[in-house]
């Protein structure tokens, strides 16, 4: 026997306690390992140029679009300080959230001035930064979301630094080869692989190597696309013709799963930039199809419309090869991983992945973390207090298994890699 959790508020405690406690994997991000020099964001700049306090910030703003991009980082990080936290109360999730993490890295937030909190911040060395900002905001191990088109990236794997820091794992990410075939035509040849647009058997075979290789050289976890929200499935297009022949195929012959990212709607507002992007209705009739034909292949799926995240968990109960992740972009908010943590725990108990960071500056991780922890804690210690309520004796050591569970085991248990489990002794 265990200790039990205790009395009504005792357990409340103990549940928030461990869900702070409990270190995670991250099994979504836009962060690189230090190896990938400038493509690993950590800066004060980085942290106030995000796309989400971009969009916010042109809401103010007054300066054309091409204005603001012609200025330096530095001075389109002025501009949004200048906007979002002097002009006007940062109470948005992304605004609260930059200062969230300035106030844990010990900065003084009762300051405005942004001079001050930049020399302070780079006088912190890169490399004790990132392992500050892992510990604080206990994340054992990430993963980060790799684009063999990339070329600065490419470089790098092609070096053999890519998976040189075990806590980095490698995703790697295939959109152009579903949304963009022409451009993704053009490039393979570039990078020795004999593809022309033409559906043909030579490209398909190809186009499988390229996937096979580079799932090897990056040691991929999983193989990650996102999608529009009209993607339909099956359907006579180049889509559903490459992940028939090609994409279900490689993965089944590497054993890792396919992840979608359902709903998103690019450049709505082309002059935003990475800003611009819209979330969109999608049809989880495309991920039913998906999970009934190949019933051996594994399915990571998130979807970004609120309005799909009830039937997304429902389908979920119907197939146990589709493991539902996170809340992504703009759901990532406190009133919707408020709702969407609720019925999915009513609905699927503790058999899904409740977060993802989607993180792409370092800092981030404290305060989209902190957040998560502090919401996914409320809703838990809800469901154990109802549990005692019957009579069940909630075991301390219970509630630490669930919690590894969502904060990283189902995630490795669905990728057959239990052997990277978050152990008992870790937390
Ligand atoms: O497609 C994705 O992985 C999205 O998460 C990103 O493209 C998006 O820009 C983002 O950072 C959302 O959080
Ligand atoms: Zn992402």
Known sequence: MGTTAGGTSRLRESVKRIVRETPVTDMHTHLFAPAFGGLNLYSLDDLLTYHYLTAETMRWSDLPYEQFWSLSKRGQAEHIWQQLFTAHSPISEATGGLLQVMKELGLDTSSRDLETHRSAWDAWDAGAHVEQVLGAARVRDLVMTNDPFDDAERKVWEAGEGRKD?????????????NDWPAAARKLPELGYQVSEEWSEETKAEVRRFLREWIGKM????LAVSMPGDFVYPADDHRSRMIDEVMIPVCREAGIPFALMIGVRRGVNPGLRLAGDMSMRSDTGAVEALCRRYPEQKF????????????????????????????????????MMEEMTRFRVELLGTSFI???SDCR?????????????????????????????????VEEADIRRDVRDLFGNNFWRFLGRPEKALQEEEA
């Open 166 to 178: 075990a806590r980095f794992h490698a995703a790697l990410r295939t959109d152009p080869l579903l």
């Open 219 to 222: 040691d991929a976890l999983y």
């Open 300 to 335: 990571l799926v998130t979807m970004l419309a609120r309005e799909n995240q009830h039937e997304l968990a429902v389908l979920a109960r119907k197939f146990r090869n589709l493991m539902i992740f996170g809340c992504w972009w703009f759901l990532h908010v406190e009133s």
């Open 354 to 356: 409740p977060q993802h």
């Open 361 to 393: 500056v370092f800092g981030q991780l404290i305060y989209k973390w902190g957040r998560s922890r502090e919401i996914i804690g409320r809703v838990l210690a809800d469901s154990y207090e109802r549990l005692a309520g019957t009579g069940w004796r």
